[in-house]
């Protein structure tokens, strides 16, 4: 798919290549209120300012696209903009007999509380003395300024997961689960899991799993990116009487965005 030419917004000094305040166009000073997004080369997260509500948005290619938690992380240092709110979680489980298999239910509710505020660097701006006296010739310095970043409700979700032992044996466990994610903000989604167990030995246990979850934005995924979603791993663990411990990995793909891997160790007493 090819992108439309967008022309720039201001001129550019042809001898130093800076950008001067001069409007590449004339018509472009009829706009009021700017939006103003840059995409990161070669990815699909666009960063955005927004006049409004001056704030800085950090976006993946459509509106609705899920950013990981560990890349919106990284971009929000890289951008210097912290972001404060309280809020809790509410949820609970009920564990009950099936057909004389296992079967769990629980539920989920998330950042439940106050707004979210910025606060940080990426909101400070230095102001030109023309620009608070227009039409004055001014000769001072440039002046320090923040700009009033708006607060808005966390984006609160919505969880119910189900899992049921299939089948169960002195050697092995076989366990499905699926969920039902709704958030305010994004389209309904599904996810499907399972985990094959096997036991080794007397205190050792290996375990497969696999999974998939079903998004209803960005359906125009092609080739590769259509496994967005699919997630894989496996972990041992061990009993050592005094304590249990286990290591596990995980896969997970995320379409545009590269997948990530992860590893964990966990110690229990």
């Not at 992108?3 to 009829?30: A, C, M, S």
């Not at 089948?167 to 969920?179: F, G």
Request: glycine fraction near 8%; proline fraction near 4%.
């Amino acid at each position: 798919m090819k992108y439309p030419k967008i022309e720039t917004l201001f001129v550019r000094d042809e001898q130093t290549f800076k950008v001067t305040d001069e409007l590449r166009h004339p018509e472009f000073g009829l706009i009021k209120t700017w939006h103003v997004t840059e995409k990161i080369d070669g990815t699909n997260i666009r960063i955005g300012l927004q006049p409004l509500a001056p704030i800085i948005s950090i976006q993946g290619r459509t509106d609705a696209a899920e950013i990981p938690p560990f890349l919106r992380s990284e971009l929000e240092k890289m951008f210097d903009v912290e972001k404060v709110a309280d809020a809790f979680d509410l949820g609970t489980n009920y564990h009950a007999d099936f057909l004389g298999r296992e079967i769990r239910l629980a539920f989920l509710i998330r950042n439940i509380g106050g707004n979210m505020a910025f606060s940080g660097n990426g909101l400070k701006i230095s102001v030109k003395p023309e620009d608070l006296y227009p039409g004055n010739d001014i000769a001072r310095q440039d002046r320090e300024a923040v700009r009033r970043a708006t607060r808005f409700k966390l984006p609160t979700s919505f969880h119910i997961g189900l899992a049921y032992t299939i089948h169960t044996s002195d050697l092995h466990n076989w366990l499905a689960a699926v969920e039902f994610s709704q958030n305010n903000n994004m389209p309904t989604s599904y996810s499907l899991g399972s985990e094959l167990s096997r036991k080794i030995g007397k205190n050792a246990t290996a375990a497969m799993r696999a999974g998939w979850e079903f998004r209803g934005d960005e359906l125009d995924l092609s080739g590769t990116e259509r496994l967005r979603g699919l997630s894989a791993g496996g972990g041992i663990a061990y009993d050592f009487i005094a304590f249990k411990g286990s290591i596990d990995y995980a896969y997970r793909n995320w379409g545009r965005l590269k997948s990530s891997h992860l590893f964990s160790l966990s110690i229990a007493f």
